[in-house]
C-alpha cells in the first residue's frame, strides 16, 4: 500500500519514484532518517488529508510493512490530522482512526512534543474544538511515559489552561447553558482527562515509598487546582442550587486537593504571608466554594472558632472587594457575609480593629458602597456594613462609626453611621444597657464629627442632604430623651454643640437658598425666550454650571430637569427649616419644664 503521487497542490511525481522513497524509508534507520525525509513523509501525508484520501491514508499507516516508518516519523502527519479533525472533513472518521493509531504506533516522547506543540499553537476561533481533539489521545500519550511524567503532565495542564484563559467566560446560567464557545465542555473534559493522575497520585501517596516524581506529580496537580481557582471559577456564576457544568467543575476541583493530601486549612489559613495576587486570588475563591457554597464543608475541621475563620478570611475578602470586576466583589461580599453570621453579636472586642485586616475590610467595602454603579450590589453592600457594625462591642462600634465618618467622604454611608448611632443611644438608654460609649462622655467625640457641616457656610447642603437629615433626627432624638442625658455630663455639652451647628446651618441654608431661588429665576426667563434657538442654546449652556448634583453637572441637564432640580432644593431647604424650628421647639419646651421643676 502507498501514498498518492501528489507531493503537493503543483508537483507531481511519479509513482514509481514514490515507492521508491517508501521503500528507502522502510530499509533505512531511525537514527540515519533525514530532516527532508520527515518533511517529504510530512507533506505526503498532508496530501492525503487535504485531498480526502483519508481511508487511503489510515490504510497505509497501519499496513505492517510500513510500521517502522510510521514509529519513526509518524508524529510529523499529528499537526495536518488534527486541523482536519477540526475542520471536520469528509475525511474526519479516519483522521481520528489515524491519531488513534498513532498514539499507539509512535513514541511517547515524540507524540508529547508534538502534541505540546499543537496545544500552544491554536487558531482563536478553534480553541474549544481543538483542545476537545486532543485531550484524549494527550491522556493515551501521558500515561504511556516512563520518565519526566509529572512534568509532562504539568507542561500541558499549564498549555492547555493558557488557551482556555483566551475564552469568555460565561457569566449567567444562560451563557453557561448555551456554552457559545465550549469553554464549560473543556473544562468538563480536563476533569476526565486528570482523573487517572489524580488516581495515581492517591495510590503513591497511600504507599510506604514516596519517589520525588511522586511528589512533582502532586505539586503538578496542586498548580492545576489552583489555576482552575482563579481561572475560570472566580470568574463564574456558581450556585449550590443548581447544578451546572462549572459547579460540578468547582466541586471537582476542591474535592481533589484533600485527595492529593492538601489540607484545605492549611491552605486557607497557614499559607504564606508573601503570596502573589494570583495565588491570593485562588484561595480566595477556594474559601468562597467552602464557606459559601459550602463544597466538602461537611469535611472541614470544626476546631476553629468563628473569629479565627473570620480574621484569615479578612484577607481573602479584601482581595475580592478592592477588585474592579463584579463577580469578584460579590463573592467577597457573600464570603464576608458568611463570615460575620457564625460571629455572636457585640462580641468583637475594639483591639480587633487595630489588624491591618479588619481596618482594611470596612474601607473596601465602603470604596464598593460608593463607587460602585449597580444597585444590587451596592445594597447587599449595605447588608454586610450593619451586619458588621452588628458584631461588634459597644467600644468597637463607637471607634469603627469615628472612623468611617472622618474617612467616608459620603453623605449616604454617613447618613447611615448617623442612623446606627442613634440605635446604638436608644439600646444605651435602655434598663441594664448604659455605657460610657453612647450614653457617657465617650458620646461628644461622635456628636461633634455628625453634628459638623463639612465646609462650614460654603457646604453644598444638596449633596451632603443625606447626612444632614439624619444628623437632624438624632439631635431631635436626643432632646425628646433628654431625662436620660440630663444626669450625664453630655449634657451641657450637647447643647453647645447644637447651638453652633444649627445656627451654621440656618446660615447655610440663608446662602444656598437665595443661591438656588436666582438661577430657578433665571431659568424660568429663559425659557420663555424662545425667538431665536442660538441664543437660547447659549443661554441653556451658560446656566448653573457649577453645581453638580448626585456626580452631574446641571449644565448636563436639559431645563425641564434643570427646573426639577433647583425647585426640588427649595424644598428640601424648607424641611430643613422646619425640622430646625421643631428641634428649637423641643429644646425650648425641655427648658421650660426643668425650670418648673
Avoid at 18 to 40: A, M, S
Avoid at 70 to 76: L, N, R, Y
Wanted: glycine share 4%.
Amino acid at each position: 500500500m502507498g501514498l498518492p503521487t501528489r507531493a503537493d497542490e503543483t508537483l507531481i511525481v511519479a509513482e514509481d519514484e514514490v515507492n521508491d522513497i517508501i521503500q528507502r524509508w522502510r530499509n533505512t534507520p531511525e537514527e540515519k532518517l533525514k530532516p527532508e525525509d520527515y518533511q517529504q513523509f510530512k507533506t505526503f501525508g498532508c496530501v492525503c488529508v487535504t485531498g480526502g484520501d483519508g481511508a487511503q491514508l489510515l490504510n497505509f499507516l497501519q499496513d505492517e510493512e510500513n510500521r517502522g516508518m510510521v514509529k519513526s516519523m509518524g508524529c510529523v502527519l499529528m499537526s495536518p490530522l488534527v486541523k482536519e479533525v477540526v475542520k471536520k472533513g469528509k475525511s474526519l472518521d479516519h483522521c481520528q482512526a489515524a491519531i488513534t493509531h498513532l498514539t499507539m504506533t509512535c513514541s511517547p516522547d515524540e507524540l508529547m512534543h508534538s502534541l505540546l506543540e499543537l496545544t500552544e499553537d491554536i487558531d482563536a476561533g478553534a480553541i474549544s474544538d481543538t483542545i476537545l481533539t486532543l485531550l484524549p489521545h494527550l491522556q493515551t500519550v501521558l500515561l504511556q511515559l516512563q520518565d519526566s511524567k509529572a512534568a509532562r503532565l504539568g507542561s500541558a495542564l499549564g498549555a492547555l489552561q493558557q488557551q482556555l484563559s483566551r475564552l469568555p467566560v460565561p457569566y449567567s446560567s444562560q451563557q453557561e447553558d448555551e456554552d457559545e464557545h465550549g469553554l464549560c465542555r473543556c473544562y468538563n473534559a480536563l476533569t476526565n482527562f486528570t482523573k487517572p493522575f489524580v488516581e495515581e497520585a492517591k495510590r503513591k501517596i497511600g504507599s510506604s515509598v514516596t519517589t520525588s516524581e511522586d511528589e512533582e506529580l502532586r505539586t503538578e496537580l496542586l498548580k492545576f487546582c489552583m489555576r482552575s481557582l482563579r481561572e475560570p471559577l472566580l470568574e463564574a456564576e456558581l450556585n449550590r442550587d443548581r447544578t451546572s457544568s462549572l459547579w460540578l467543575f468547582a466541586t471537582e476541583i476542591v474535592v481533589t486537593l484533600p485527595a492529593i493530601h492538601e489540607s484545605l486549612s492549611e491552605l486557607l489559613f497557614f499559607s504564606p504571608l508573601k503570596d502573589s495576587s494570583e495565588a491570593k486570588e485562588s484561595r480566595a475563591c477556594l474559601a468562597y466554594l467552602l464557606f459559601v457554597q459550602l463544597i466538602t464543608f461537611d469535611s472541614f475541621p470544626a476546631v476553629f472558632s468563628p473569629v479565627f475563620v473570620l480574621q484569615c478570611n479578612l484577607e481573602y475578602i479584601n482581595q475580592l472587594l478592592s477588585s474592579k470586576t463584579e463577580s469578584h466583589v460579590l463573592k467577597g461580599l457573600a464570603l464576608y457575609e458568611k463570615s460575620l453570621g457564625n460571629v455572636q453579636d457585640n462580641s468583637l472586642p475594639v483591639s480587633l480593629q487595630d489588624l491591618k485586616s479588619f481596618y482594611r475590610a470596612p474601607q473596601n467595602l465602603r470604596q464598593v458602597l460608593t463607587d460602585c454603579p449597580m444597585q444590587n450590589v451596592r445594597a447587599t453592600g449595605l447588608q454586610v456594613l450593619q451586619l458588621c457594625i452588628d458584631k461588634f462591642d459597644s467600644e468597637a462600634k463607637h471607634k469603627f462609626f469615628r472612623c468611617m465618618l472622618k474617612t467616608s467622604h459620603h453623605a449616604g454611608v454617613e447618613s447611615y453611621i448617623v442612623k446606627n448611632i442613634r440605635n446604638q443611644v436608644e439600646c444605651s438608654i435602655k434598663l441594664g444597657n448604659a455605657n460610657k460609649w453612647f450614653l457617657g462622655e465617650e458620646l461628644l467625640p461622635l456628636l461633634g464629627l455628625v453634628l459638623s457641616l463639612p465646609q462650614g457656610a460654603q457646604t453644598d447642603l444638596l449633596n451632603n442632604m443625606d447626612k444632614i437629615m439624619e444628623s437632624l433626627n438624632l439631635l431631635r432624638y436626643l432632646l425628646i430623651r433628654d431625662t436620660a442625658l440630663r444626669s450625664t455630663i453630655v449634657w451641657e455639652e450637647l447643647c453647645t454643640i447644637k447651638d453652633e451647628y444649627l445656627k451654621m446651618l440656618r446660615v447655610c441654608i440663608s446662602i444656598s437658598r437665595g443661591y438656588y431661588a436666582a438661577e430657578l429665576k433665571a431659568l424660568r426667563q429663559d425659557q420663555k425666550i424662545k425667538a431665536r434657538e442660538a441664543r437660547d442654546a447659549a443661554r441653556s449652556s451658560r446656566l448653573v454650571k457649577s453645581i453638580t448634583v448626585k456626580k452631574e453637572k446641571m449644565s448636563n441637564m436639559s431645563p425641564e430637569v434643570q427646573h426639577q432640580v433647583l425647585q426640588s432644593a427649595l424644598v428640601t431647604f424648607d424641611l430643613m427649616e422646619s425640622l430646625i424650628f421643631r428641634i428649637e421647639e423641643i429644646a425650648d419646651e425641655k427648658q421650660k419644664s426643668q425650670q418648673l421643676n
